[in-house]
């Protein structure tokens, strides 16, 4: 059963990735473009190649793919996932924008019409209804006219009779008025040829929405590779004694090492937090993206890492999509400390770390009585959990304070409204009955290497005793 509903919603995903092109295709390609042209081809090429990178970059790691292949499709293939959310939007923005500078387009040709025939613009009179009057010199003359009303009238007119002889003899010709001159016409002459409306129109907002799309998407990739930023907050505990006042822990999560963010990423990131000077640093899942024998070097600078009480490690769900076990291992080589359920005492608190929820697939999940029972209520109690749903979780056992990531915080607006619809907080620091809880938005970056309205960061979480 589980199976079937994977394959509807991949199904589903894959159509809606198929409708969302199309319409893509069409407002950059299809309507700014001309058949048969080198960039209408290009722009179908384009079309058809860039969904197969993505499928691939999202794939080829379930699949087993070598390393190598990963990261030559990770870049343009997640990439333009980010592009396509932000150019989709950007054209959604312009369909708004389109009727309205058809219509001002259309009213400037008017006005420019009526200028060129001298006709007021807004009035012009060969749309008014009102019959004009032609100038005198091109209406016949009175003595022209020929009655038309009485049948078998034969009397010459005085025109006619001119037509007598001269005193030459010759027989004059009929006396006839100069033909007039043509009507002047009311109406604009024809402008020079120039592209349609809508074709102007199409490029305008087309070219506006690709510089929109993508400075976005540009701007929210430098934020990832430049590397986190750091915050600061105090958190103050009921529990926590006058010694353990200014306890600095350097919260860290969602670093997500992979085929895009390797050991570059992970050297910014360790000595971002070792330039905080922590007393203890919390990593709080969520670390790679891949095996252990692809990325186990990107991970070594984690051994750097710097703290008067050690660095500790919780998994989180891409952990138990690469292998746990094995990271478990390597991070314990790297020096790190990884809290399996399980709990240690730290100065004037305890520290205890559950693992992820993804793990009960493989029968590790989290157990909140190894971690935090049999303990001495009295003492503060600080909790890593990577997924803040285990709140509840938290509360019930007494939790002062659990510190939590894997929201990264949307990563992508508006994935933040996503991302509220799943976790009860998406970032920062809230209160649940006597507990509260921190919500990391991450170091590093899933998929796309883009964050829009969610800065990477690392937080110094400063624990306050009340009794200080």
Known sequence: MAAVVFALVGLVVLALLGAVHRYVWRRFVGDTTEPGSRLRRAG??????????????????RV???????????????????????????????????????RVLARRDAARAGAESGTPSGTPAETSGIP??????????????????????????????????????????????????????????????????????????????????????????????????????????????????????????????????????????????????????????????????????????????????????VTGNHEYFSGAAEWIDHVRELGLVPLENARVEIE??????????????????????????ARDRGRAAVLMAHQPVVIHDAVEHGVDLQLSGHTHGGQLWPGNYLAELANPTVAGLERYGDTQLFVSRGAGAWGPPVRVGAPSDITVVELASRQA
């Open 132 to 313: 004009t009057e032609a100038p005198d010199e091109t209406r016949p003359r009175t003595e022209e006219l020929v009655t038309s009303g009485s049948a078998g009238a034969s009397a010459p007119s005085e025109a006619v009779a001119r037509t007598a002889s001269d005193a030459s003899g010759r027989v004059a010709e009929p006396e006839t008025e100069p033909a007039a001159e043509p009507a002047a016409t009311t109406h604009a002459p024809a402008l020079a040829p120039h592209p349609s409306r809508r074709l102007f129109v199409s490029r305008v907002v087309g070219g506006a929405a690709a510089a929109a799309g993508l400075a976005t998407v540009g701007y929210g990739a430098y934020g990832v590779l430049r590397g986190p930023s750091v915050k600061r907050i105090t958190v103050p505990l009921a529990k926590l004694p006058r010694a353990a006042h200014g306890f600095r822990i350097a919260v860290v999560s969602d670093i997500h090492i992979g085929p895009i963010l390797g050991r570059a990423h992970t050297r910014r990131i360790v000595d971002t937090i070792n330039a905080t000077s922590p007393d203890l640093v919390a990593v709080v899942g969520d670390l790679v993206d891949g095996s252990v024998a692809d990325l186990g070097s990107a991970a070594e600078p984690l051994a750097a890492l710097r703290a008067r009480h050690g660095s500790y490690f």
């Open 348 to 373: 004037g608190f305890d520290l205890a770390g559950v693992n992820d929820i993804a793990g009960e697939t493989e029968g590790q999940g989290p157990d909140f009585g190894r971690a935090l029972g």
């Open 44 to 61: 179908t090429v384009a079309a058809f190649v860039l969904p197969l990178l993505s499928v691939g970059a999202m794939t080829s790691g």
């Open 64 to 102: 087993g793919a070598p390393f190598w292949l990963q990261q030559v499709l990770a870049w343009p293939g997640f990439l333009w996932l980010a592009c396509l959310l932000y150019l989709t939007l950007a054209l959604l923005v312009g369909e708004v924008v389109r009727p309205v500078l058809l």
